[in-house]
């Protein structure tokens, strides 16, 4: 059994490790770090799991851990590696944005690998060090990624994307109170959106020009999940690029293409993405749908994880979509 540690315990991302990981044949949960709840049941901050395990927030970590998932805010992880030197055969998986850039990649004399499995499973499979993607991030590179290695995606990108209100984290923000978000829909960082600098790495990963993408971010009126649509100009058929997509994602476990017009609730709950495709005069348009605390954080880790120990890549990740 791969014994886990996970760091930042009682937040959103952790609490969802610990429900797939609790799940998980090839996995025994160590420890679940916490600042602020250090011997109380995990069931303290998590009520769901209230007689499913008997575990407790812990204080201290195990260093010799075979893996760790550090789901902390922005600038908490460095530091918390700082502090806390794990054995050289930990192998580590941040959720934060602190290494994903190629810029900030290299940390502790580690390289850490953007683990985007669609985009580059073998690097994945070698990596002793994963900078797990963005949740809008991952949706909006699942959906672009065929586009922009076949080189159609010089011409400008229009994205849109909204996300649940658990994408914000479990502290509570003037824009994630019931009382404002509840019958409510704003955009926030219009254009300036901090996965974009994530999402152009990957597009430009393969070479081709990529053209000005355009993103408006939406905070929308549900919990979880994450709709984007981007469209850019495209001269060939919808049927080409049908094709290009289901060439892109033929090994893909969790990424599928349908012809049926999508929706959010048939991804929330499961670590899929959908994408969808349609083609008006010279614009393809091209919808995708997210978990955003699963295929856009915890359960990407976990098929991270799945790929670096050699486990069967959708082991302890078959869940059931909420659907209703
Ligand atoms: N929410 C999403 O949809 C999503 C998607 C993809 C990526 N991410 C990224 O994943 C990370 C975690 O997100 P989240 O939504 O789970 O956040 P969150 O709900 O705010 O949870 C973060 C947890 O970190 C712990 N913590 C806070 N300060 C700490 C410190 N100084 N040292 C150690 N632990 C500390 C706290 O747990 P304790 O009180 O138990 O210590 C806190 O509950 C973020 O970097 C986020 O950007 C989030």
Not at 92 to 111: C, H, P, T, V, Y
């Amino acid at each position: 059994m791969i014994k886990a540690g996970i760091i930042g315990g009682s937040g959103y991302t952790g609490g969802e490790l610990i429900r797939i990981l609790l799940n998980h044949p090839g996995v025994e949960i160590d420890f679940v770090f916490s600042t602020t709840r250090a011997g109380k049941p995990i069931s303290s901050a998590h009520p769901d799991l209230l007689g499913v395990t008997e575990l407790e927030f812990t204080g201290e970590s195990n260093l010799e851990v075979d893996v760790v998932f550090l789901c902390l805010g922005h600038g908490n992880s460095s530091k918390f590696l700082s502090e806390n030197e794990f054995s050289a055969q930990t192998k580590i998986i941040d959720l934060s944005n602190e290494f994903r850039l190629e810029n900030d990649a290299e940390f502790q004399g580690n390289k850490y690998v953007y683990g985007l499995p669609e985009l580059q499973k073998e690097a994945i499979v070698n990596a002793t060090h994963i900078a797990n993607p963005g949740c809008f991030a991952t949706a909006i590179q699942l959906a672009l990624l065929p586009l922009a290695k076949e080189g159609a995606l010089s011409q400008e990108v229009h994205i849109n994307a909204t996300t649940g209100s658990t994408g914000a984290g479990v502290s509570l923000s003037p824009t994630s109170h019931f009382s404002w978000r509840n019958n409510n829909i704003s955009w926030y960082k219009p254009f300036t959106h901090q996965h974009l600098g994530e999402i152009g790495e990957s597009l430009n990963s393969f070479g081709n020009t990529i053209g000005k993408l355009r993103f408006l971010p939406n905070r929308g009126n549900f919990t979880r999940g994450i709709l984007a649509t981007a469209y850019t100009a495209y001269e060939g058929s919808l049927e080409e690029a049908k094709s290009l997509y289901q060439k892109f994602y033929q090994e893909a476990l969790f990424t599928h293409v349908t012809d049926d017009p999508i929706h959010l609730k048939q991804v929330v709950n499961t670590n899929q993405c959908h994408i969808h495709l349609h083609k008006h005069e010279d614009v393809l348009l091209v919808t995708s749908a997210i978990d955003n605390l699963l295929k856009g954080a915890s359960g990407q880790a976990v098929q991270n994880m799945n790929l670096m120990f050699g486990l069967k890549e959708d082991l302890g990740l078959q869940l059931k979509a909420g659907v209703f």
